[in-house]
């Protein structure tokens, strides 16, 4: 095994000493393993945030790509696996938030859509550090991605931060409906949420206006 190739195992678990010992035997940060993956890639992966911070702080490319498929970026690839002490991390180290990667993914969006229920920590972090919460990857933002993949824990998280449902996003939850009748009772409560949201809106900016267009 090669000196670069112990770097990205070392990255991989978590082993910060041996990271920082072949960082000092002058080992290039971000050199690539024989698969192709770097030792960022594989620390980010496994959601080792101190040897992200040991890679970052050795100038390690915050924008490189991830992945298996190198798809990705650290921030997205940490959003998406819902390593939020990563994503800490790399923002802190100034980590853009906004689309990236050759697939124009979207560190939030991923954070709220990906496995079951997405990753309400992280999509509170990434909030709290002032991401836009209608940020949009493919003309879609992360609620608008929540309610077509009938999350609906996630549905209640964004409009408790101020996500502010559209006519699509609502006719979203239709469509939902209309792919998985089985999750009816689920996807009726979806639509209920989204349209209490918008009942709000309309009031504070013209009472007595009705919000059942919408339905």
């Known amino acids: 095994m090669d000196i670069v190739d112990q ?48 890679l970052v702080g050795a100038g390690a490319d915050l924008e490189q790509q991830t992945g ?3 798809e990705s970026t650290p921030l997205c690839l940490a ?36 496995g079951d229920a997405g990753h309400p920590e992280t999509v509170a972090l990434l909030l709290d550090r002032g991401v836009d919460i209608n940020a949009v990857m493919k003309h879609k933002t992360a609620l608008e991605w929540a309610v077509r993949f009938g999350q609906e824990e996630m549905v209640h998280h964004l409009l408790g931060r101020g996500a502010v449902p559209s006519a699509e996003t609502q006719a979203a939850a239709r469509e939902h409906l209309g792919c998985h009748p ?34």
């Open 68 to 70: 298996e498929y190198q």
């Open 182 to 215: 089985e999750r009816r009772r689920k996807t009726e409560r979806i639509a209920v949420a989204l349209l209490a949201v918008d009942v709000v809106a309309a009031t504070d900016q013209e009472p007595g206006t009705d919000a059942g267009h919408l339905a």
């Open 7 to 54: 770097l990205v195992r070392s990255a991989r678990d978590g082993d910060v000493i041996g990271v920082s010992r072949l960082l000092g035997q002058g080992v290039v940060v971000d050199a690539p393993s024989g698969d192709g993956r770097t030792a960022l890639d594989r620390a980010v992966e496994k959601g080792h945030a101190d040897v992200v911070r040991r």
């Open 79 to 114: 959003a998406s696996q819902g390593h939020t002490a990563v994503v800490e991390v790399l923002l802190d180290a100034g980590a853009p938030t906004g689309a990236q990667g050759r697939l124009g993914y979207v560190p939030l969006v991923l954070a709220a859509t990906t």
